[in-house]
């Protein structure tokens, strides 16, 4: 099956930066669009970045300029680089993608177990 694995996470201190890594495996056919949420405690779930399959990308206002989201398609891999981070960017990260596989008929959500992000004060 369709299986979503993140990779980057860690602790930082306030003004540094993370790359983390989505990589995509199974028996896929076509990746739609693959995303960025975080969830911090006590919180819901919020959209960081979105990239479309032909590389369109749309962020959080608040986070515009200071993340980026690319992928590397041949990869079926999806990266967030962060800079400037600060203390309220701690949480979880989590990976979405829109996947059509050789098993399932038309595009389906999946998500990654999540990475740890911690921007020290």
């Known amino acids: 099956q369709v299986q979503l694995v993140e990779s980057g996470g860690g602790l930082v201190q306030s003004g540094g930066s993370l790359r983390l890594s989505c990589v995509a495996s199974g028996s896929i056919i076509r990746i739609n669009d693959m995303g960025w949420y975080r969830q911090a405690p006590g919180e819901e779930r919020e959209l960081v970045a979105a990239?479309?399959?032909?590389?369109?990308?749309n962020y959080a206002d608040s986070l515009k300029g200071r993340f980026t989201i690319s992928r590397d398609n041949g990869k079926n891999t999806v990266y967030l680089q962060m800079n400037s981070l600060k203390p309220e960017d701690t949480a979880v990260y989590y990976c979405?993608?829109?996947?059509?596989?050789?098993?399932?008929?038309?595009?389906?959500?999946?998500w990654g177990q999540g990475t740890q992000v911690t921007v020290s004060s």
């Open positions: 979405n993608g829109e996947i059509s596989s050789w098993t399932t008929m038309g595009a389906t959500k999946y």
């Open positions: 990239i479309t399959s032909t590389g369109s990308t």
